[in-house]
């Protein structure tokens, strides 16, 4: 499979994913930007299927979720 995105990139379109991001919060972003690459896929597929509880800690630059936190535990 191949995808063609209206801007011209292109590439192989194996485990290509398109996600609802409507609920999604800065706290998906930030851990997004701060994963490694290949993480990324299962996260987005994970996100979207879990709530999530984060709470921003007063001295983190980035808001922290605890349900996020428990998942990179446990694929790092
Ligand atoms: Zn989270």
Known sequence: MLYVLPDGN??????????DNDN???HFYNYLDFMS????PS???WFADNDHNFEEKPDSSI??????????????
């Open 10 to 19: 292109y590439g192989n379109a194996d485990g290509l994913l398109v996600i």
């Open 24 to 26: 999604f919060d800065n």
């Open 37 to 40: 690459d290949w993480l990324r």
């Open 43 to 45: 996260f987005v597929e």
């Open 63 to 76: 808001e922290e979720c605890l349900v996020c936190e428990v998942w990179l535990s446990d694929v790092s």
